[in-house]
């Protein structure tokens, strides 16, 4: 059984527990196909290539068209590899269902890209505290020293500053599946997981479980 599958965030919503409690889920939709079955006598390792979301074959290059074609599946939007068990049970143009890997009450970890949000200061991006709100305070959203004048003259890399924040390849932790819709091949994850909606994500199994 390979370790993962890609998806794209629905959204947010929340479904009940059996005790009445009420467990907010991120939806994600599922359903891959298998592209290309990697072997150690030919590629050196052993992985099944793996594609999402349908594409119009007029925006794929050649090249990727006569891979989907060689597979016998549609053109497809993204391509990951994954490593895992059994793998020669997995055929080129055969269809993945999200519930043929995970199943309620598994723990995951989904990596995606977080949302963008511009430039942003320090007391946002690091959650400084700031300074002083009274008694004249001219520092109040101030990052505060950055570094000595003689020595060492300069600022350290690495130095919590104002910047660019959000859209970096971000990845929770030991979330869990609380919920599977098989005829509409989709997972609901107990909690937030990166990006924005119609995201793209790696659901692969928890590391740290």
Known sequence: MIEGILGKKIGMTHIYSEEGAMVPVTVIKAGNFVVQRKTREKEGYDAVQVG????????????????????????????IEFKGTELDNYKPGAPINCS???????FID???????????????????SGGGGSHGSMHNRAPGSIGSSSDPSRVYKGMRMAGHMGSDNTTVQNLKVVGIRAEENLILVKGAVPGAVNGYVVIKKALKK
Do not use: Q
Not at 66 to 77: M, Q, R
């Open 52 to 79: 999402f979301g349908e594409k119009k074959e007029s925006r794929v290059n050649k090249a990727m068209k006569g891979h989907f074609k060689k597979a016998g599946t549609p053109c497809l939007y993204r391509v």
């Open 100 to 106: 043929d890997v995970f199943k309620i009450g598994d």
């Open 110 to 128: 989904v990596s995606g890209r977080s949302k963008g949000k511009g430039f942003m200061g320090s007391m946002r991006r690091h959650n400084f």
